[in-house]
Protein backbone atom coordinates (compact mmCIF):
# COMPACT_ATOMS: atom_id res chain seq x y z
CA UNK A 1 0.00 0.00 0.00
CA UNK A 2 1.60 3.39 -0.77
CA UNK A 3 1.48 6.08 1.85
CA UNK A 4 -0.98 8.92 1.56
CA UNK A 5 1.12 12.77 2.37
CA UNK A 6 -0.84 15.29 3.07
CA UNK A 7 -1.25 17.62 0.13
CA UNK A 8 -0.08 20.79 2.11
CA UNK A 9 2.68 19.24 3.24
CA UNK A 10 3.87 18.29 0.09
CA UNK A 11 6.68 20.99 -1.40
CA UNK A 12 5.57 23.05 -4.09
CA UNK A 13 7.74 21.35 -6.69
CA UNK A 14 9.35 18.07 -5.68
CA UNK A 15 12.17 17.78 -8.05
CA UNK A 16 15.45 17.29 -5.87
CA UNK A 17 17.94 15.22 -8.03
CA UNK A 18 21.68 15.24 -7.78
CA UNK A 19 21.30 15.23 -11.61
CA UNK A 20 19.58 16.12 -14.39
CA UNK A 21 18.58 18.70 -12.00
CA UNK A 22 15.08 20.68 -11.38
CA UNK A 23 14.10 22.75 -14.27
CA UNK A 24 12.69 26.05 -13.74
CA UNK A 25 9.47 26.97 -15.52
CA UNK A 26 11.38 30.24 -16.90
CA UNK A 27 13.52 27.93 -18.36
CA UNK A 28 10.87 26.13 -20.19
CA UNK A 29 9.14 29.11 -21.74
CA UNK A 30 12.89 30.61 -23.27
CA UNK A 31 12.17 26.60 -24.69
CA UNK A 32 8.99 27.63 -26.24
CA UNK A 33 9.84 31.18 -27.11
CA UNK A 34 13.12 29.81 -28.82
CA UNK A 35 10.83 27.96 -30.87
CA UNK A 36 8.63 30.76 -31.98
CA UNK A 37 8.72 30.70 -36.19
CA UNK A 38 8.21 34.65 -35.94
CA UNK A 39 11.86 34.22 -34.34
CA UNK A 40 13.23 30.78 -34.60
CA UNK A 41 16.18 29.29 -32.40
CA UNK A 42 15.47 26.02 -32.67
CA UNK A 43 15.55 24.53 -35.55
CA UNK A 44 18.12 27.05 -37.78
CA UNK A 45 21.98 26.70 -38.42
CA UNK A 46 24.17 26.65 -35.64
CA UNK A 47 26.45 29.17 -37.47
CA UNK A 48 23.79 31.95 -38.06
CA UNK A 49 23.52 34.95 -35.78
CA UNK A 50 20.50 33.47 -33.70
CA UNK A 51 22.42 30.48 -32.11
CA UNK A 52 25.62 32.49 -32.09
CA UNK A 53 23.76 34.84 -29.91
CA UNK A 54 23.17 32.22 -27.48
CA UNK A 55 26.93 31.17 -27.34
CA UNK A 56 27.70 34.58 -26.60
CA UNK A 57 24.62 35.15 -24.03
CA UNK A 58 26.15 32.31 -21.95
CA UNK A 59 29.81 33.28 -22.27
CA UNK A 60 29.14 36.56 -21.15
CA UNK A 61 26.88 35.73 -18.62
CA UNK A 62 29.03 33.25 -17.33
CA UNK A 63 32.09 36.00 -17.29
CA UNK A 64 30.10 37.76 -15.19
CA UNK A 65 28.83 35.42 -12.83
CA UNK A 66 32.26 34.43 -12.02
CA UNK A 67 33.99 37.48 -12.12
CA UNK A 68 36.51 36.36 -14.66
CA UNK A 69 40.24 37.49 -13.84
CA UNK A 70 41.75 39.35 -16.71
CA UNK A 71 42.98 36.92 -19.59
CA UNK A 72 40.79 34.09 -18.38
CA UNK A 73 38.32 32.63 -21.24
CA UNK A 74 35.14 30.56 -21.74
CA UNK A 75 35.12 27.81 -23.57
CA UNK A 76 32.33 25.02 -24.61
CA UNK A 77 32.17 21.76 -26.22
CA UNK A 78 30.05 18.83 -26.87
CA UNK A 79 30.03 15.92 -24.93
CA UNK A 80 29.93 16.89 -21.54
CA UNK A 81 32.60 16.63 -18.36
CA UNK A 82 33.22 13.12 -19.27
CA UNK A 83 34.61 13.88 -22.68
CA UNK A 84 36.24 16.91 -20.83
CA UNK A 85 38.30 14.49 -18.51
CA UNK A 86 39.63 13.02 -21.64
CA UNK A 87 40.05 16.75 -23.47
CA UNK A 88 42.47 17.73 -20.48
CA UNK A 89 44.31 14.01 -20.97
CA UNK A 90 45.19 14.85 -24.91
CA UNK A 91 45.50 18.76 -24.38
CA UNK A 92 46.57 19.67 -20.84
CA UNK A 93 48.62 17.04 -19.30
CA UNK A 94 52.43 16.99 -19.98
CA UNK A 95 53.75 14.01 -18.08
CA UNK A 96 52.42 12.93 -14.99
CA UNK A 97 48.72 14.68 -13.10
CA UNK A 98 48.04 14.16 -9.45
CA UNK A 99 44.41 13.52 -8.56
CA UNK A 100 42.28 13.63 -5.08
CA UNK A 101 39.88 11.20 -5.36
CA UNK A 102 36.70 10.87 -3.02
CA UNK A 103 34.54 9.93 -5.38
CA UNK A 104 33.47 8.84 -9.05
CA UNK A 105 34.25 12.38 -10.47
CA UNK A 106 37.61 12.65 -9.54
CA UNK A 107 38.18 8.66 -9.42
CA UNK A 108 37.06 8.52 -13.51
CA UNK A 109 39.57 11.10 -13.99
CA UNK A 110 42.25 9.58 -12.57
CA UNK A 111 41.14 6.85 -14.59
CA UNK A 112 41.34 8.54 -17.86
CA UNK A 113 45.29 9.74 -17.07
CA UNK A 114 46.22 6.11 -16.03
CA UNK A 115 44.61 4.81 -19.52
CA UNK A 116 46.77 7.43 -21.60
CA UNK A 117 49.56 5.48 -23.15
CA UNK A 118 51.37 8.46 -23.48
CA UNK A 119 51.50 10.18 -19.68
CA UNK A 120 52.82 8.88 -16.69
CA UNK A 121 51.48 6.80 -14.16
CA UNK A 122 49.23 9.53 -12.33
CA UNK A 123 49.45 10.43 -8.71
CA UNK A 124 46.40 9.42 -6.57
CA UNK A 125 45.51 11.20 -3.63
CA UNK A 126 42.29 9.53 -1.96
CA UNK A 127 39.83 9.45 0.78
CA UNK A 128 37.49 6.98 1.16
CA UNK A 129 33.70 8.55 0.62
CA UNK A 130 32.31 10.62 3.01
CA UNK A 131 35.47 12.47 3.21
CA UNK A 132 37.93 14.76 0.97
CA UNK A 133 40.90 13.97 -0.63
CA UNK A 134 43.52 17.32 -0.21
CA UNK A 135 45.91 18.19 -3.10
CA UNK A 136 49.06 17.84 -1.63
CA UNK A 137 52.67 19.83 -3.70
CA UNK A 138 54.35 17.68 -6.12
CA UNK A 139 57.58 18.03 -7.90
CA UNK A 140 56.98 14.69 -9.84
CA UNK A 141 53.31 16.08 -11.53
CA UNK A 142 52.62 19.39 -14.38
CA UNK A 143 48.69 19.17 -13.13
CA UNK A 144 46.88 18.93 -10.07
CA UNK A 145 42.86 17.46 -10.68
CA UNK A 146 40.44 18.06 -8.23
CA UNK A 147 36.89 17.75 -7.44
CA UNK A 148 34.77 21.33 -6.49
CA UNK A 149 31.73 18.71 -5.20
CA UNK A 150 31.16 14.89 -5.98
CA UNK A 151 27.68 14.41 -6.41
CA UNK A 152 28.17 10.54 -5.62
CA UNK A 153 28.79 11.00 -1.92
CA UNK A 154 27.73 15.14 -0.60
CA UNK A 155 31.09 15.82 -0.69
CA UNK A 156 33.00 19.13 -1.29
CA UNK A 157 36.14 20.51 -0.99
CA UNK A 158 37.64 24.30 -1.25
CA UNK A 159 39.15 25.35 -4.35
CA UNK A 160 42.95 25.80 -3.73
CA UNK A 161 46.09 26.14 -5.40
CA UNK A 162 49.19 24.18 -4.12
CA UNK A 163 52.17 25.42 -4.34
CA UNK A 164 54.75 25.54 -7.95
CA UNK A 165 53.98 26.27 -11.46
CA UNK A 166 51.53 23.08 -11.56
CA UNK A 167 48.14 23.73 -13.58
CA UNK A 168 45.17 23.41 -11.38
CA UNK A 169 42.01 21.39 -13.26
CA UNK A 170 38.83 22.11 -10.95
CA UNK A 171 36.21 19.28 -11.53
CA UNK A 172 33.34 21.82 -11.31
CA UNK A 173 30.27 19.61 -12.92
CA UNK A 174 27.90 20.25 -9.62
CA UNK A 175 29.39 23.08 -8.08
CA UNK A 176 29.73 25.45 -10.36
CA UNK A 177 26.89 28.49 -9.87
CA UNK A 178 26.28 26.97 -6.34
CA UNK A 179 29.37 27.22 -4.81
CA UNK A 180 32.26 30.01 -3.58
CA UNK A 181 34.78 30.16 -5.80
CA UNK A 182 38.22 32.65 -6.33
CA UNK A 183 39.10 31.64 -9.88
CA UNK A 184 42.58 33.05 -9.18
CA UNK A 185 42.98 29.68 -7.20
CA UNK A 186 42.39 27.14 -10.39
CA UNK A 187 43.22 27.17 -13.96
CA UNK A 188 40.36 25.51 -15.31
CA UNK A 189 37.45 25.34 -14.22
CA UNK A 190 35.10 23.64 -16.11
CA UNK A 191 31.72 21.74 -15.68
CA UNK A 192 28.10 20.59 -17.43
CA UNK A 193 25.01 22.23 -17.49
CA UNK A 194 22.67 19.68 -16.37
CA UNK A 195 23.15 20.97 -12.28
CA UNK A 196 23.10 24.54 -10.52
CA UNK A 197 22.58 25.47 -14.15
CA UNK A 198 19.37 23.29 -14.60
CA UNK A 199 19.58 22.44 -18.00
CA UNK A 200 19.99 18.82 -20.32
CA UNK A 201 23.96 17.29 -20.15
CA UNK A 202 26.01 16.79 -23.21
CA UNK A 203 27.98 19.83 -23.09
CA UNK A 204 30.74 21.34 -21.37
CA UNK A 205 32.01 24.10 -20.19
CA UNK A 206 35.39 25.63 -19.31
CA UNK A 207 36.62 28.70 -17.42
CA UNK A 208 39.92 29.36 -18.51
CA UNK A 209 43.28 30.52 -17.41
CA UNK A 210 45.96 32.40 -19.66
CA UNK A 211 48.35 29.46 -18.45
CA UNK A 212 45.87 27.02 -19.68
CA UNK A 213 45.61 28.58 -22.40
CA UNK A 214 49.30 28.41 -23.20
CA UNK A 215 50.21 24.80 -21.71
CA UNK A 216 47.17 23.37 -24.47
CA UNK A 217 48.54 25.16 -27.32
CA UNK A 218 52.38 24.00 -26.28
CA UNK A 219 50.88 19.84 -25.62
CA UNK A 220 49.36 19.83 -29.04
CA UNK A 221 52.25 21.56 -30.76
CA UNK A 222 54.67 19.23 -28.87
CA UNK A 223 54.98 16.95 -31.86
CA UNK A 224 55.92 14.19 -29.56
CA UNK A 225 53.76 11.53 -31.40
CA UNK A 226 50.89 12.47 -29.07
CA UNK A 227 47.47 12.28 -30.92
CA UNK A 228 45.02 14.60 -29.99
CA UNK A 229 41.74 14.02 -32.18
CA UNK A 230 39.94 17.20 -33.17
CA UNK A 231 37.03 16.67 -30.96
CA UNK A 232 39.37 16.76 -28.21
CA UNK A 233 41.48 19.41 -28.38
CA UNK A 234 41.51 22.26 -26.30
CA UNK A 235 42.68 24.93 -28.41
CA UNK A 236 40.13 23.65 -31.33
CA UNK A 237 37.19 24.31 -29.16
CA UNK A 238 38.65 27.57 -27.63
CA UNK A 239 38.86 29.06 -31.44
CA UNK A 240 35.20 27.72 -31.98
CA UNK A 241 34.38 29.50 -28.53
CA UNK A 242 36.01 32.52 -29.15
CA UNK A 243 33.49 32.75 -32.76
CA UNK A 244 30.74 31.99 -30.27
CA UNK A 245 30.16 28.52 -31.35
CA UNK A 246 31.16 25.04 -31.35
CA UNK A 247 32.86 22.35 -33.18
CA UNK A 248 29.90 20.53 -34.31
CA UNK A 249 26.34 21.03 -34.04
CA UNK A 250 25.32 21.70 -29.98
CA UNK A 251 22.24 20.63 -28.31
CA UNK A 252 20.33 23.97 -29.11
CA UNK A 253 17.68 23.48 -26.28
CA UNK A 254 20.66 23.21 -23.90
CA UNK A 255 22.08 26.14 -24.80
CA UNK A 256 18.59 28.27 -24.26
CA UNK A 257 18.14 26.82 -21.08
CA UNK A 258 21.54 27.53 -19.75
CA UNK A 259 21.53 31.05 -21.21
CA UNK A 260 18.22 31.75 -18.86
CA UNK A 261 19.86 30.23 -15.90
CA UNK A 262 22.38 32.31 -16.05
CA UNK A 263 20.70 35.40 -16.51
CA UNK A 264 18.31 34.58 -13.85
CA UNK A 265 20.94 33.75 -11.66
CA UNK A 266 22.54 37.83 -12.40
CA UNK A 267 19.10 38.96 -11.94
CA UNK A 268 18.65 38.06 -8.21
CA UNK A 269 22.20 38.56 -7.31
CA UNK A 270 24.57 36.60 -8.85
CA UNK A 271 27.12 34.09 -7.73
CA UNK A 272 26.59 35.36 -4.23
CA UNK A 273 23.09 35.27 -4.13
CA UNK A 274 23.29 31.14 -5.29
CA UNK A 275 25.29 30.22 -2.42
CA UNK A 276 23.60 31.77 0.37
CA UNK A 277 20.41 30.04 -1.41
CA UNK A 278 22.01 26.52 -0.93
CA UNK A 279 23.34 27.41 2.00
CA UNK A 280 19.71 27.99 3.53
CA UNK A 281 18.83 24.58 2.29
CA UNK A 282 22.01 22.75 3.51
CA UNK A 283 21.51 24.27 6.71
CA UNK A 284 17.86 22.91 7.32
CA UNK A 285 18.75 19.18 6.21
CA UNK A 286 21.83 18.94 8.07
CA UNK A 287 20.01 20.59 11.09
CA UNK A 288 16.94 18.40 10.53
CA UNK A 289 19.07 15.11 10.85
CA UNK A 290 20.95 15.92 13.80
CA UNK A 291 17.68 16.14 15.50
CA UNK A 292 16.30 12.82 14.14
CA UNK A 293 18.21 9.68 16.40
CA UNK A 294 17.48 8.00 13.16
CA UNK A 295 19.79 10.16 10.55
CA UNK A 296 22.74 10.85 10.14
CA UNK A 297 24.54 12.97 7.61
CA UNK A 298 27.26 10.64 5.35
CA UNK A 299 30.03 13.32 5.84
CA UNK A 300 31.12 13.29 8.81
CA UNK A 301 32.90 16.58 9.20
CA UNK A 302 30.24 19.80 8.99
CA UNK A 303 32.75 21.57 6.74
CA UNK A 304 33.16 19.14 3.89
CA UNK A 305 29.70 18.93 3.95
CA UNK A 306 28.47 19.36 0.44
CA UNK A 307 25.64 22.51 0.42
CA UNK A 308 24.34 21.06 -3.33
CA UNK A 309 24.02 17.83 -2.33
CA UNK A 310 23.64 16.34 0.73
CA UNK A 311 24.13 12.43 1.61
CA UNK A 312 22.06 11.48 4.62
CA UNK A 313 22.03 7.88 6.13
CA UNK A 314 18.99 6.16 7.64
CA UNK A 315 19.41 4.17 10.54
CA UNK A 316 19.27 0.23 9.44
CA UNK A 317 15.82 -0.22 10.90
CA UNK A 318 14.52 2.08 8.29
CA UNK A 319 14.29 1.13 4.81
CA UNK A 320 15.32 4.37 2.67
CA UNK A 321 14.43 2.47 -0.57
CA UNK A 322 10.93 2.68 0.89
CA UNK A 323 11.02 5.58 2.03
CA UNK A 324 12.02 6.70 -1.44
CA UNK A 325 9.27 5.03 -3.28
CA UNK A 326 6.67 6.17 -0.79
CA UNK A 327 7.77 9.99 -1.33
CA UNK A 328 7.86 9.47 -5.22
CA UNK A 329 4.46 8.24 -5.02
CA UNK A 330 3.86 11.67 -3.58
CA UNK A 331 4.97 13.54 -6.36
CA UNK A 332 8.43 13.65 -4.38
CA UNK A 333 11.10 12.79 -6.70
CA UNK A 334 14.69 11.57 -6.86
CA UNK A 335 16.05 11.16 -3.03
CA UNK A 336 17.60 7.98 -4.14
CA UNK A 337 21.36 7.66 -3.16
CA UNK A 338 24.28 6.63 -5.56
CA UNK A 339 24.00 2.98 -6.69
CA UNK A 340 27.46 2.66 -6.32
CA UNK A 341 27.95 2.90 -2.79
CA UNK A 342 25.07 0.99 -1.85
CA UNK A 343 24.34 3.21 1.46
CA UNK A 344 20.65 3.04 3.26
CA UNK A 345 20.33 6.32 2.89
CA UNK A 346 19.09 9.33 1.04
CA UNK A 347 20.14 12.36 -1.49
CA UNK A 348 19.14 15.37 -1.96
CA UNK A 349 20.25 17.85 -4.64
CA UNK A 350 19.79 21.70 -3.04
CA UNK A 351 20.67 23.10 -6.73
CA UNK A 352 20.16 26.89 -6.49
CA UNK A 353 16.67 26.52 -8.53
CA UNK A 354 15.22 24.27 -5.95
CA UNK A 355 13.81 26.64 -3.12
CA UNK A 356 14.62 26.03 0.46
CA UNK A 357 10.96 26.23 1.84
CA UNK A 358 10.44 23.01 -0.78
CA UNK A 359 13.63 21.03 1.23
CA UNK A 360 11.77 22.01 4.31
CA UNK A 361 8.71 20.61 3.24
CA UNK A 362 10.72 17.62 1.71
CA UNK A 363 12.03 16.55 5.10
CA UNK A 364 8.51 17.07 7.43
CA UNK A 365 7.33 14.48 4.24
CA UNK A 366 10.40 12.33 5.42
CA UNK A 367 9.50 13.09 9.29
CA UNK A 368 5.66 11.82 8.02
CA UNK A 369 6.82 8.70 5.84
CA UNK A 370 9.17 7.09 8.91
CA UNK A 371 6.42 7.55 11.04
CA UNK A 372 4.35 5.72 9.41
CA UNK A 373 6.81 3.20 8.27
CA UNK A 374 7.73 2.48 11.89
Not at 30 to 59: E, I, M, N
Not at 217 to 232: S, Y
Request: charged share 20%; aromatic share 8%; glycine share 10%.
Amino acid sequence: MTLQIPASMLPADGRFGAGPSKVRTGQVDALVAAGDPARPVLGTSHRQAPVKDLVRRVRTGLTELFALPDGYEVALGNGGSTAFWEVATASLVRHRAQHAVFGEFGGKFAAATARAPFLAAPEVVEAAPGGVAYLTPSDAVDVYATPHNETSTGAMAPVRRPAGDALVLTDATSGAGALPVDLHETDVYYFGPQKAFAADGGLWLALLSPAAVARAAEVEAAGDGRWVPEFLSLTTALDNSRKDQTLNTPAVGTLVMLADQVEWLLEHGGLDWSVRRCERSAEHLYGWAADRDWATPFVADPAERSTVVGTIDLDETIDASAVVGHLRANGVYDVFPYRKLGRNQLRVGMFPAVDPDDVAALTACVDHVVARLA
